[in-house]
């Protein structure tokens, strides 16, 4: 039996606006160092073995990851599969917009320009199975989004749409998978 565990990014300037990042390269607020160090001295201080970060190439989350890593001397890598779901014409728009709320019932749409969720899953699931091989031989921290933690949380659990579209972590939330 093997474990995976999960973080996401430190809080962004649009986290703080209430608006959809997606694949948009936002920065991350004062707070974000706080709540990387915070995290990284809670892995430490909870024993958690950890063999490798992955990380998503967006800032917010290299940067979340970079420092959870020297904190904890943990090795990091970057795993461009990672990148959160990209939003199309919503990136910017208001997380509870009612267009965009709607449109998150498909899960064919590819946001005018941008990424079905379907795509997502299927590059996460991808991810996901190859971890899975190496479950038993190395454990696993991933740094990305909340739109990778709702794959994330489907991989392991049976969820209704709803429960789907409704689950997310905060920023910086330490959530732990078994294989």
Excluded at 39 to 59: F, H, R
Excluded at 112 to 134: P, T, V
């Amino acid at each position: 039996m093997g474990y995976l565990y999960f973080v996401r990014h430190g809080q962004t300037v649009w986290n703080v606006e209430n608006k959809i990042c997606g694949a948009t390269d936002i920065a991350l607020t004062d707070l974000w160092h706080q709540q990387a160090a915070e995290t990284g001295k809670q892995i430490l201080k909870m024993g958690i073995s950890v063999d490798e970060i992955l990380y998503s190439p967006l800032i917010r989350a290299a940067e979340t990851a970079r420092h959870i890593s020297e904190i904890t001397g943990v090795p990091a890598r970057e795993e461009p599969r990672l990148t959160e779901q990209n939003f199309g014409k919503y990136e910017s728009t208001p997380r509870d917009g009612k267009e965009f709320q709607k449109a998150k019932e498909s899960f064919a749409c590819r946001y005018e320009g941008g990424e079905s969720m379907l795509q997502l899953a299927q590059r996460i699931y991808n991810l996901l199975d190859e971890l899975r091989a190496e479950s038993g031989k190395k454990t696993y921290l991933l740094v990305a989004h909340n739109g990778i933690a709702r794959i994330v949380q489907s991989y392991f659990y049976e969820m209704t749409n709803e429960e789907f579209a409704g689950f997310g972590v905060k920023n910086c939330e330490i959530r732990r998978y078994t294989f």
